[in-house]
């Protein structure tokens, strides 16, 4: 408990609007934080405007995250017991539901079944898997595709799926047995899979911004003001302060740095709110905030 009221506090100076799962007095600071920006609730799906933007963020995780601070090698016990972080960091799985432009888009998967919440969270929003009409993908890891499949089956049975090419092309220059759930995953949905380049625009008005290292083909998304950063952050009370600190899961330590730096100054500079699959709950985290 003692790290996560220390991470609160850490998030809470300085943040217009930033929210985050804990217990307590910071509890109820992130409660009354969510009601005077009239912010909709319910459990584990929350909903907010960014602009003309609306987001709504999905949980996909059933229990709180912890990451384990041995995943970030880099980074020495000292800091990492200075910032209070020795149970763990706090995290999440999550994707993210935007509607823009008269388009509605989910934004990656989350795990899939038997774990997954994404189904539950859809449907308190009003939404069946055949209704969703687009989803982009940062990338190909499994807490991120996991969900497009049940079975073997189409979860989105009638959605246009985007991803980079170079996401693809990387993956399939890898091991076998790394490559086998993107290629089923890429199998089922053959027909109606769009792999495009960065820079492009996607229907929406989604602009696909390269940010690679985390995978060969890691995509930033940018719809109006508001920043879909995929895993460029893994653990905030450590990486927004040291973002030269990667975890294990970057293929591509030094371009990850390079990517997670260039785009924390660029949402500072543009005055965009960020959303990360990563991200402490609610993952949303919006400007000022600091780093």
């Not at 209070?84 to 989910?106: A, C, D, M, R, Y």
């Not at 460029?232 to 990667?246: E, F, R, S, V």
């Not at 330590?253 to 924390?264: D, F, I």
Request: hydrophobic letters at 40%; glycine letters at 10%; one cysteine or more.
């Amino acid at each position: 408990m003692k790290t996560r009221k220390r991470w609160t506090r850490m998030l809470l100076v300085g943040c217009a609007v930033l929210v985050c799962g804990c217990g307590g007095n910071a509890k109820k600071q992130v409660t009354e934080r969510m009601e005077n920006d009239s912010l909709q609730t319910a459990g584990t799906v929350q909903t907010r405007q960014v602009g003309q933007v609306k987001v709504t963020w999905l949980q996909d995780n059933a229990e709180d995250k912890l990451m384990p601070a041995s995943l970030f090698a880099a980074a020495p016990d000292s800091l990492i017991e200075s910032l209070s972080l020795e149970e763990g960091i706090p995290s999440t799985i999550s994707t993210f539901w935007v509607e823009t432009e008269g388009v509605k888009i989910l934004f990656d998967a989350g795990l899939g079944a038997p774990d997954s919440r994404l189904p539950a969270g859809l449907d308190s929003i009003g939404v069946k898997p055949e209704e969703v009409k687009y989803v982009y993908l940062t990338h190909f890891h499994h807490d991120h595709i996991g969900g497009m499949l049940k079975g073997g089956t189409a979860v989105f049975a009638n959605a246009e799926v985007y991803a980079a090419k170079a996401e693809y092309d990387g993956w399939m220059k890898m091991e076998a047995d790394r490559r086998a759930e993107v290629e089923m995953f890429a199998r089922v949905y053959k027909d109606r899979l769009h792999f495009f380049e960065f820079g492009d625009t996607l229907p929406g008005k989604v602009a696909a911004l390269e940010a690679v290292g985390h995978t060969p083909g890691h995509t930033v998304y940018q719809v109006g003001k508001l920043l879909v950063i995929g895993d460029l952050i893994h653990g905030a009370a450590l990486q927004l302060g040291h973002p030269d600190i990667c975890p294990s899961f970057d293929m591509d330590p030094e371009q990850a740095v390079r990517s997670r730096k260039h785009y924390l100054q660029y949402a500072k500079d543009n005055g965009l709110t960020m959303a990360g699959m990563h991200l402490p709950a609610p993952s949303v985290m919006e400007p000022p905030f600091t780093y």
